[in-house]
């Protein structure tokens, strides 16, 4: 098989130049026994999986350009997991185009993507792993969604074990995800990098999320403001002191939202501190309309 030409791409914010990569017809896979059978062709090459609930849009195609950068071969998979939803009407809407997805993966030149035939094609083989977390699971999403971070390291440890690959790549819009997925990676697969990736937004500022496709006209305008928040929080963080700004910062959210949230954390335990030279993110949960949207900005 022939190595195509390629030109090579740089990541301006990582100053990483692209390996190259021999293109493969992509290859779609519902089995873990027809996956392993593409994962030995290509034994010898560094792999970049990106995990994915489909719906795919611009975030993920951002995450999918990172791990071409950064490996040989690029895995997706798509797979809604029931696990991490503690709403089931919220499992039940979730927004799913499979067909829509393959052809936005067919486009990006995704080498394999894995999209289980059922729920048991993953959790037949499950060895529930122990996982210290230091207390980042309990606050913010943790308290708000019980059970919904269970099934995150519950998904994400049977994925790990399954696709096996050197790099793995998250947004960090879901930021306390990414830490908890550091920490299971670190705990019990130390082969494999985490890697997060900047938030991808649309022209507004608004977050990109697949929740987005069930928002209204009038709540997408509403949405927007979300960010505008989180922005206007950043500017006033340095003259004021946290609790100051997570209760006025909550109460702004009552006028166009049913807020969860206003939380501003340290960035690598999410615990609160005043000390203004700590890094530090703002975090915020709200539902606009009957959907639930989060978000967060680096303050520092």
Request: hydrophobic share 35%; glycine share 4%; proline share 3%.
């Amino acid at each position: 098989m022939k190595l195509q030409k390629y030109k090579k791409k740089i990541d301006k914010t990582k100053n990483t130049v692209a390996l190259p990569r021999i293109r493969y017809k992509m290859k779609v896979v519902e089995t873990i026994s027809n996956l392993n059978t593409e994962l030995l062709k290509h034994s010898n090459k560094s792999i970049g999986f990106v995990p994915t609930m489909g719906s795919l849009h611009d975030g993920h195609l951002s995450l999918i350009n990172y791990a071409q950068l950064k490996s040989e071969i690029v895995i997706v998979s798509i797979f809604v997991n029931p696990t991490q939803f503690n709403d089931p009407n919220d499992f039940k809407n979730y927004p799913s185009n499979h067909k829509n997805d393959l052809d936005k993966l067919s486009n990006e030149k995704v080498d394999i993507v894995f999209i289980p035939k059922s729920v048991n094609e993953i959790y037949a083989s499950e060895k529930p792993l122990k996982i210290r977390l230091d207390g980042i699971d309990k606050v913010m999403e943790g308290k708000h969604r019980k059970g919904h971070f269970d099934g995150v390291i519950r998904v994400v440890s049977l994925l790990f074990s399954i696709v096996r690959p050197q790099f793995a790549f998250f947004g960090e819009k879901d930021y306390q995800q990414l830490l908890i997925i550091k920490s299971i990676a670190k705990e019990h697969f130390k082969s494999i990098e985490v890697i997060g990736c900047p938030t991808k937004r649309d022209k507004n500022g608004l977050a990109l999320s697949s929740r987005n496709l069930l928002l209204n006209e009038d709540d997408q305008k509403k949405a927007i403001n979300l960010i505008k928040i989180l922005k206007h929080c950043k500017s006033l963080f340095n003259n004021y002191d946290n609790t100051k700004l997570e209760k006025d910062f909550f109460e702004k959210l009552k006028d166009f939202s049913i807020p969860e949230y206003f939380e501003i954390r340290e960035i690598s335990c999410l615990k609160r501190v005043e000390d203004k030279t700590t890094k530090q993110r703002a975090f915020i949960a709200a539902k606009i309309g009957n959907i639930r949207l989060i978000d967060n900005i680096e303050l520092n």
